[in-house]
């Protein structure tokens, strides 16, 4: 009698096959954006990641908060010690108050920092384009300039504007210049983000710290913001959606 055991381990591995998902298609992107991409990781990683999560700290008052984001969805979670805030895929709730949040938007914060943070994997999603723009100096360094921009209609505020400046020798951000079109303002300035203390989480590079600056013409002025970041995960598996739902007692907010 044959041995059954071939057999067996050919079923067992074509099961596994079937059972495993697909990589996802990488997305074709321009050969200036690939270098920086490419500096800052194998990027790849980013577009089969299905989840991440990370702490954050407010420099300014040592609070910390906890984010959770379903990178598929973009469903979002952050646990502070005086809120939580999540996004459920159609609407953004609070709890246990409006109260308790004291910046102008909640909608406008709840994936903030997520974007920030998540730049320049983030502008590989469908519906942004990213080009070479002429070089632009700042605080007296000339840096290669990218410019991203958001189709009409993706995401909330399609008419920001996000220039990457980019250290000529390492391809690595150094700093993200930004306007905020959100609060409907007709003539929004331009602000400076700093990209500082890169590390290295899974094989992708983020930034430890992001300095938000005032810009007056081609120099950074006061700072603004400052935000620290550690304990970085991407995941292969989505967060459960319990931890998206509104809890009871919490409220819808814009």
Not at 72 to 77: D, I, Q
Request: one cysteine or more; proline letters at 5%.
């Amino acid at each position: 009698m044959k041995s059954l055991l071939p057999a067996i381990l050919l079923i067992l591995f074509f099961s596994m096959l079937s059972c495993s998902e697909p990589k996802k298609q990488i997305p074709q992107v321009n050969p200036e954006f690939k270098a920086v991409l490419d500096a800052h990781g194998d990027w790849s990683k980013w577009i089969n990641a299905k989840a991440m999560s990370y702490a954050m700290i407010h420099e300014t008052n040592l609070t910390l908060e906890n984010h959770f984001i379903n990178l598929g969805s973009r469903k979002t979670r952050i646990d502070a010690s005086t809120f939580q805030i999540g996004f459920d895929g159609d609407s953004v709730w609070i709890s246990p108050n409006r109260e308790a949040f004291e910046g102008n938007s909640v909608r406008f914060y709840h994936n903030l920092y997520f974007y920030f943070y998540s730049i320049p994997y983030i502008f590989t999603d469908p519906g942004v384009t990213v080009e070479k723009v002429a070089d632009r100096t700042l605080n007296g360094k000339t840096y290669k300039t990218l410019e991203a921009k958001m189709a009409e209609g993706a995401g909330v505020s399609s008419k920001d504007q996000y220039f990457m400046l980019v250290d000529p020798a390492s391809n690595m951000i150094e700093y993200l210049l930004y306007t905020v079109t959100y609060f409907n303002n007709p003539n929004p300035v331009l602000s400076a983000l700093k990209y500082e203390d890169y590390r290295d989480a899974a094989g992708l590079k983020f930034p430890r710290v992001l300095t938000g600056y005032t810009l007056e013409n081609d120099s950074t002025k006061s700072v603004r913001y400052q935000v620290s970041f550690g304990d970085v995960l991407l995941l292969d598996e989505e967060f459960e959606e319990s931890l998206f739902e509104k809890p009871k007692g919490a409220v819808f907010a814009n």
